[in-house]
Protein backbone atom coordinates (compact mmCIF):
# COMPACT_ATOMS: atom_id res chain seq x y z
CA UNK A 1 0.00 0.00 0.00
CA UNK A 2 1.09 3.53 -0.25
CA UNK A 3 -0.05 6.58 1.87
CA UNK A 4 0.09 9.93 0.09
CA UNK A 5 -0.34 13.20 2.39
CA UNK A 6 -0.53 16.61 0.64
CA UNK A 7 0.42 20.10 2.86
CA UNK A 8 1.16 23.54 2.12
CA UNK A 9 -2.54 24.54 0.72
CA UNK A 10 -4.07 28.13 2.19
CA UNK A 11 -5.33 31.18 1.66
CA UNK A 12 -3.50 33.38 -0.40
CA UNK A 13 -3.41 36.86 -2.83
CA UNK A 14 -4.11 37.19 -6.01
CA UNK A 15 -0.10 37.07 -7.84
CA UNK A 16 1.05 35.25 -4.69
CA UNK A 17 3.02 31.93 -4.02
CA UNK A 18 2.08 28.73 -3.15
CA UNK A 19 4.24 25.39 -2.70
CA UNK A 20 2.78 22.41 -2.22
CA UNK A 21 4.14 18.89 -0.81
CA UNK A 22 2.97 15.35 -0.97
CA UNK A 23 4.82 13.13 1.20
CA UNK A 24 4.42 9.49 0.37
CA UNK A 25 5.04 6.70 2.79
CA UNK A 26 4.72 2.43 2.21
CA UNK A 27 6.92 2.40 -0.74
CA UNK A 28 9.37 3.42 -2.54
CA UNK A 29 8.82 6.61 -4.11
CA UNK A 30 10.72 6.36 -7.14
CA UNK A 31 8.46 3.08 -8.35
CA UNK A 32 5.69 5.78 -9.39
CA UNK A 33 4.59 8.36 -11.48
CA UNK A 34 3.30 11.47 -9.86
CA UNK A 35 0.57 13.48 -10.50
CA UNK A 36 -1.38 16.75 -8.77
CA UNK A 37 -4.65 17.06 -9.98
CA UNK A 38 -7.17 19.58 -8.39
CA UNK A 39 -11.15 19.90 -8.36
CA UNK A 40 -13.21 23.23 -7.49
CA UNK A 41 -16.98 23.04 -5.82
CA UNK A 42 -19.13 21.74 -8.56
CA UNK A 43 -16.45 20.87 -11.02
CA UNK A 44 -14.39 17.74 -12.41
CA UNK A 45 -11.33 16.82 -10.29
CA UNK A 46 -8.74 17.72 -13.32
CA UNK A 47 -5.19 16.89 -14.32
CA UNK A 48 -2.37 19.82 -13.48
CA UNK A 49 0.63 18.41 -13.67
CA UNK A 50 2.83 15.25 -13.86
CA UNK A 51 6.10 13.98 -13.28
CA UNK A 52 8.27 10.92 -14.48
CA UNK A 53 9.83 8.25 -11.73
CA UNK A 54 13.22 9.61 -12.57
CA UNK A 55 11.89 13.32 -12.48
CA UNK A 56 13.46 13.68 -15.98
CA UNK A 57 9.94 14.25 -17.87
CA UNK A 58 7.05 16.11 -16.86
CA UNK A 59 3.93 17.75 -18.33
CA UNK A 60 1.40 20.43 -17.27
CA UNK A 61 -2.14 21.38 -18.25
CA UNK A 62 -1.96 24.30 -20.61
CA UNK A 63 -3.64 26.50 -17.30
CA UNK A 64 -1.10 26.16 -15.26
CA UNK A 65 1.72 25.79 -18.20
CA UNK A 66 4.89 28.21 -17.07
CA UNK A 67 3.26 29.11 -13.61
CA UNK A 68 3.62 25.94 -12.01
CA UNK A 69 6.52 23.54 -10.96
CA UNK A 70 6.19 19.84 -10.52
CA UNK A 71 9.64 18.00 -8.81
CA UNK A 72 10.34 15.36 -6.53
CA UNK A 73 13.01 14.39 -4.09
CA UNK A 74 12.77 10.20 -4.38
CA UNK A 75 15.56 10.17 -1.41
CA UNK A 76 12.88 12.16 1.17
CA UNK A 77 9.79 10.59 -0.71
CA UNK A 78 8.28 13.91 -1.27
CA UNK A 79 6.77 15.47 -4.55
CA UNK A 80 6.28 19.23 -4.71
CA UNK A 81 4.02 21.53 -6.82
CA UNK A 82 5.66 24.96 -6.99
CA UNK A 83 2.55 27.72 -8.16
CA UNK A 84 3.13 31.13 -8.55
CA UNK A 85 1.23 33.67 -10.36
CA UNK A 86 -1.64 32.59 -8.69
CA UNK A 87 -5.18 33.33 -9.66
CA UNK A 88 -8.58 33.01 -8.61
CA UNK A 89 -9.02 30.37 -10.86
CA UNK A 90 -6.93 28.52 -8.93
CA UNK A 91 -9.29 27.98 -5.89
CA UNK A 92 -9.70 24.65 -5.62
CA UNK A 93 -9.09 21.49 -3.74
CA UNK A 94 -5.65 19.86 -4.55
CA UNK A 95 -4.70 16.09 -5.28
CA UNK A 96 -1.13 14.18 -5.74
CA UNK A 97 -1.36 10.70 -6.68
CA UNK A 98 0.87 7.68 -7.08
CA UNK A 99 0.68 5.84 -10.70
CA UNK A 100 2.67 2.62 -12.34
CA UNK A 101 2.59 5.18 -15.84
CA UNK A 102 3.10 9.01 -16.28
CA UNK A 103 0.34 10.46 -17.91
CA UNK A 104 -2.59 12.73 -17.41
CA UNK A 105 -5.62 10.64 -16.83
CA UNK A 106 -6.72 10.24 -13.28
CA UNK A 107 -7.80 6.71 -14.00
CA UNK A 108 -4.49 6.06 -14.52
CA UNK A 109 -3.75 6.45 -10.97
CA UNK A 110 -4.00 4.07 -7.91
CA UNK A 111 -3.57 6.10 -5.05
CA UNK A 112 -4.39 9.20 -3.95
CA UNK A 113 -3.97 11.64 -1.00
CA UNK A 114 -6.52 13.33 1.14
CA UNK A 115 -6.63 16.81 -0.48
CA UNK A 116 -5.54 20.19 0.53
CA UNK A 117 -7.21 23.64 0.19
CA UNK A 118 -5.86 26.21 -2.34
CA UNK A 119 -7.96 29.36 -1.51
CA UNK A 120 -6.73 32.37 -3.82
CA UNK A 121 -8.83 35.94 -3.14
CA UNK A 122 -8.72 38.50 -5.40
Known amino acids: QVQLVESGGGLVEAGGSLRLSCAVS????????MGWFRQAPGKERVFIAAISRSGVTTSYADSVKGRFTISRDNAKKTVFLQMNGLNTEDTAEYYC???????????????WGQGTQVTVSS
Open 26 to 33: GRTLSSYA
Open 97 to 111: AAAQTFGFRPQQYNY
